[in-house]
């Protein structure tokens, strides 16, 4: 295996291939979080902590069971999908039928997705420890034209590119899907009604969070997990769909790209000290410019 | 009605504001009662001679004191986890070897120590309020050291205001700090610098590539590094920071990469220089020298690496666990071959090296001072002389805090060589090659390719 | 929720309880530093619920206040303790009204992911700059006298709870409330919203900033991470939800009750039990007591009135 990278294209090339990894997983947890707010008003302060449940999810799966992590896709997602669902059963539901208006359930929804975060993140602590966790897996290296990527950010980039353009089509083709578009319009009048609001929103809820449990996944095969990583995903999530547009899940493949793309190249031109400020900076400053998001409603 | 639902109201807010009070005063009389339990009286003892005047009754002794307690906090989560468990083997293997030997020798009494742990989760934060307890409400006898240059630097205030004596061991020496109670075993930054440049001036390399970890000790190394190999005349072509617990050097290295410095030097801590020499291994990045600060000393590093350990330079001292420097429960081949057979494993050589002999120190300045007393321990602390697995100890330097045997208190830098090693069985031989006073062997450079 | 609160619960706090508490460094010095840490939350709690409770902007910026309020006493080495604790809660109010300008453009949740990113996004850029320009992480501060500390920040928590009754009995507190109702209507009928907001944000990072400078000469050192941490922007959250946000004692209930549990069971280890709790307890109480502690009897007369509705 000779010289990889030779020139300043090649590295920009290379910069560009891991910007688009970053980006379509970016793209993937928010999406989940998109649909959550776009379809169910629900503002999911818990989605980096779902994230965090799925690599859990699938480091145990492997150290126990050796189980291959792409089966585990399956099962993270499934697991964190009923997650979802008791919490909709359990919280959310109550909440709404509690609620003046859809605009009041939102704010619970803050609230209670911010107990949420207290409690997966400390029970996570509490039952597997504190100390990071990480496992090896499809490290090899592929390399073509000249690049290089390891199997298992390839593996996440096509594993997020298939699951968000399947998201997508779900949304536009099946009945459910397009049902999930429609509530946000009319929850407030399709509430007093009792259309089969409870439905979509449940099955909003399981695959927002089914979403991010995947991602966790993709999260897990390359990088450390512990039960404190989950923060910085949420706010991650929170930039892109403001970026993309919520709702919209060609919005967040947008959002996500732009967003990997200068976490990349920010990090690459600074140092990776500055990961966690530019993504933070970036968010700040969309939110001056468009203090209500991309979305008015 | 209106009235009435107003008292109601008014006799609500009140019962709360009893509740408040209530909580409060009872969680106040509860530590009232915890402070204010009065030592237990001594009793009285009368003896009576069988002829002549009674003579008069003589008090006993205050109690006796059963055993020593030593608080420490440690790391046993977050981002310093890994690298803890080698402090707590050699702290663990030192309390193990006194209490065989019935323990601590103060003031001619032999008392068994008993440490107090608190999990510092990797924040100063929580350090700082563990230690304070440990010393306020524990009311230890002695501490001990977690791990970390900026837990050293933030527990001062608390060790002068408490006159607590504490050896830091696994942090680097902080000579600007105005402390009287702080004692820092482990080499210096600068000698580290001093070592690094001396190598590279001597293989003639002129760039240097550097990767910081975002701590105070990467602060610390790189300050002086940048000094001495400036003095050289070598030049940094690029510097990257990288947090704690970083997770993707990818970038960092892509940019060192194109730039191709003579050597790249990390300054990194064991999680990092595992991260980094994986993340080469993949880009197939073999620079003239690499050199990661710590954590390439170890069971951990070597397990993983194997033969791609051939090469790779790190920050060590003078030890050798060759037979020479005396301790107090034997020299440095004893001590190797207690912590492997205690443990399974080899120690790091200075990771579990400094620790240990933070214990030996602090042994030794009780059994000198004959007490407990914190002040009277500083100031044997201060002025003597210990001897230790890893040389003799003495502190001195501009705020006498700072380790300044010219064996021990010395930073080298260690190469990974393809020889035999006699002592640890391993194909593989850790040489110090810089500086030329103390080296064991001559630097290879260029470094050799990655194996397939 | 609107009619005055008995002012002699207040002046019961403050002129009763206040002095007992005064005398617990002669009488129990064991338990300072548990009561340091108790009214350091109290500070924090009603400096929050100026800004979520009254104003009805959801507050996530603690940390950011209190660390520029410890850094600022840091970075100010000439003048004495107390003039550096002026000092710091003036800067901490003077960035506020300066940030607050695009910040309370923004409304809802967003509100919230802003000032909780804020306080992520400095604590990181203070952080790589301390490394970067200095060469250090952290920085020396005096470090003074636990009793001192606690009769200091022990005054602080009597005077924000004074403003807080202050603000909310005031012309200033009832503009509060109805922007919290609905801002645009209280635009309409005159009141300066935009003002009122700065001032409200103003008010809660004057305290918590003072509070900042006032705790970190406990320790005498910090760094970034010590001086940002996220829990001065979690927990008063929960204390103010929990005690009764938008009213003077809830905040002083939430703080003492919560922090009292969280000492006298959690002092002395892992805080994850102590976690699961508070987010439970935010969720349960979000659910069953809206209105936090203070509101029970308003929240159990709906639920009677409610039974009574379905019954019948």
């Known amino acids: ?297 | 009605m209106a009235g009435e639902s107003v008292s109601r109201r008014r006799f609500i807010n009140y019962g709360v504001t009893a509740v408040v009070a209530g909580v409060v005063a009872g969680v106040g009389g509860y530590y009232a009662g915890v402070a204010s339990v009065p030592p237990p009286s001594a009793p009285t003892t009368v003896t009576v001679t069988a002829t002549g005047p009674a003579p008069p009754t003589t008090v006993a002794p205050p109690p006796k004191r059963e055993k020593v307690r030593i608080g420490r906090c440690i790391s046993r989560s977050g981002a310093l986890a890994g690298i803890c468990v080698h402090q707590d083997r050699a702290i663990w293997l030192w309390e193990e070897q006194c209490n065989a030997k019935g323990g601590l020798n103060v003031g001619g009494q032999k008392l068994p120590v008993e440490e107090i742990v608190y999990d510092d989760r990797s924040s100063l934060d929580e350090a700082m309020k563990f230690y304070e307890r440990l010393i306020t409400v524990d009311k230890v006898d002695l501490l001990m050291f977690n791990y970390g240059t900026f837990m050293a630097a933030g527990l001062q205030p608390l060790m002068d205001k408490y006159k607590m004596p504490f050896v830091c061991t696994t942090s680097m020496p902080l000579p600007d700090v105005p402390t009287k109670y702080e004692f820092f075993v482990a080499p210096s930054s600068e000698s580290h610098g001093v070592a690094m440049a001396e190598l590279l001036s001597s293989v003639g390399a002129k760039t240097v590539g550097l990767l910081v970890i975002e701590t105070l000790f990467g602060a610390d190394m790189r300050k002086y590094f940048e000094a001495e190999l400036a003095k050289k005349g070598i030049n940094i072509v690029a510097t990257h920071l990288y947090p704690m617990g970083v997770m993707d050097l990818s970038a960092p290295l892509l940019d060192l990469r194109a730039k191709n410095p003579d050597a790249v030097i990390q300054l990194s801590y064991p999680d990092d220089a595992l991260l980094c020499t994986q993340q080469m291994i993949e880009i197939n990045y073999n620079p003239k020298l690499f050199y990661s600060a710590l954590g390439l000393l170890n069971a951990d590093f070597t397990g993983k690496f194997g033969k791609a350990r051939e090469g790779i330079c790190c920050f060590g001292q003078s030890f050798v666990p060759a037979a020479k420097h005396q301790g107090v429960y034997g020299n440095a081949r004893d001590w190797y071959e207690a912590y492997v057979k205690r443990w399974g494993a080899f120690p790091d050589y200075t990771e579990s090296l400094n620790p240990y002999t933070g214990c030996e120190v602090l042994q030794q300045a009780v059994e000198k001072a004959g007490t407990l007393d914190g002040t009277a321990i500083r100031d044997v602390l201060a002025r003597e002389t210990f001897d230790t697995v890893a040389g003799p100890v003495k502190f001195g330097g501009p705020n006498g805090a700072i380790n300044i045997s010219d064996i021990s208190g010395v930073g080298t830098t260690v190469q990974w060589q393809k020889q035999p090693d006699p002592i640890t069985g391993d194909e593989f031989t850790a040489h110090v090659v810089s500086p030329s006073r103390l080296a064991t062997a001559k630097v290879i450079y260029p470094k050799p390719p990655w194996p397939k | 929720m609107s009619s005055l609160e008995p002012w002699r619960n207040i002046v019961l706090a403050c002129v009763v309880i206040a002095p007992l508490l005064s005398l617990v460094p002669s009488v129990a010095p064991a338990f300072v530093l548990f009561l340091v840490s108790v009214l350091t939350f109290v500070v924090l709690t009603q400096a929050w619920n100026i800004m979520t409770g009254y104003c009805g902007y959801f507050f996530l910026g603690g940390a950011t206040f209190y660390g520029i309020g410890a850094y600022i006493m840091a970075l100010s080495p000439y003048l004495p303790y107390h003039l550096n604790i002026l000092l710091a809660g003036s800067i901490s109010a003077a960035c506020a009204f300066a940030l607050g300008i695009p910040f309370l453009r923004i409304r809802g949740p967003y509100f919230a992911i802003a000032t909780f990113t804020s306080g992520e996004l400095v604590k990181n850029v203070v952080y790589y700059l301390e490394h970067e320009l200095a060469r250090t992480t952290g920085r020396y501060l005096a470090s003074q006298e636990i009793s001192l500390v606690y009769y200091t920040i022990l005054g602080i928590a009597i005077a924000a709870t004074l403003v807080s009754y202050g603000v909310r009995n005031s012309k200033f507190g009832l503009g509060l409330f109805s922007i919290k109702e609905n801002e645009d209507a209280a635009e309409s009928t005159g009141v300066n919203t935009t003002l009122y907001k700065l001032y409200a944000f103003s008010l809660c990072a004057f305290f918590t900033g003072a509070t900042g400078a006032a705790v970190v000469a406990r320790f005498g050192y910090i760094d970034a991470w010590v001086a940002f941490d996220s829990t001065y922007s979690m927990y008063p959250v929960v204390m103010g939800f929990f005690g009764g946000a938008g009213t003077v004692m809830g905040p002083i209930l939430g703080a003492a009750i919560l922090r009292s549990i969280f000492e006298v069971f959690f002092g002395g280890r892992d805080p994850y039990p102590f976690g699961i709790a508070l987010g439970v307890l935010i969720i349960v109480s979000r659910m069953l007591l809206p209105l936090g502690l203070t509101g029970i009897k308003s929240s159990l007369s709906r639920f009677s009135k409610r039974t009574a509705l379905a019954r019948s």
């Not at chain 1, 059963?89 to 605009?103: G, N, Q, T, Y």
């Open chain 1, 1 to 297: 295996m000779g010289d990889y990278i030779s020139s300043t294209l090649d590295l920009a090339l290379q910069l560009v291939l891991s910007g688009l990894v970053l980006g379509l997983l970016y793209a993937l947890l928010a999406s989940g979080l998109s649909l959550l707010y776009g379809a169910a008003r629900v503002i999911n302060l818990a989605q980096g902590q779902a994230l965090m449940l799925g690599a859990y999810i699938t480091f145990w799966l492997f150290l126990l069971f050796n189980l291959n992590p792409i089966i585990s896709i399956v099962l993270a997602g499934s697991i964190c999908a009923l997650v979802g669902a008791s919490t909709y059963f359990i919280l959310f539901r109550p909440a709404i039928k509690r609620a003046e208006s859809m605009a009041a359930f939102e704010f619970t929804s803050l609230i209670l997705t911010f107990g949420l975060v207290l409690v997966l993140e400390n029970s996570s602590a509490l039952l597997w420890g504190a100390a990071p966790k990480t496992f090896s897996f499809m490290t090899e290296i592929y390399s073509f034209f000249g690049l290089y990527l390891t199997g298992n950010r390839l593996v996440t980039l096509l594993g997020s590119l298939i699951l968000v353009v399947g998201l997508q089509l779900f949304i536009r083709k099946t009945r459910t899907g397009k049902a999930t578009t429609y509530t946000i319009e009319e929850s407030d009048a399709a509430r007093i009604v009792g259309v089969n609001i409870d439905r979509t929103f449940l099955f909003s809820v399981m695959i927002g969070f089914a979403t991010a449990a995947v991602a966790g996944t993709f999260y897990s095969m390359f990088y450390v997990t512990s039960p404190f990583i989950g923060t910085f995903y949420t706010l991650t999530a929170w930039v892109v769909i403001i970026l993309g547009g919520v709702g919209s899940v060609v919005g967040c493949i947008v959002g996500g790209l732009i967003l990997g793309m200068l976490e990349t190249v920010g990090v690459f031109f600074l140092s990776p000290a500055m990961k966690v400020a530019i993504n933070y900076t970036v968010l700040i400053i969309i939110l001056f410019i468009r203090p209500r998001g991309l979305f008015t409603r």
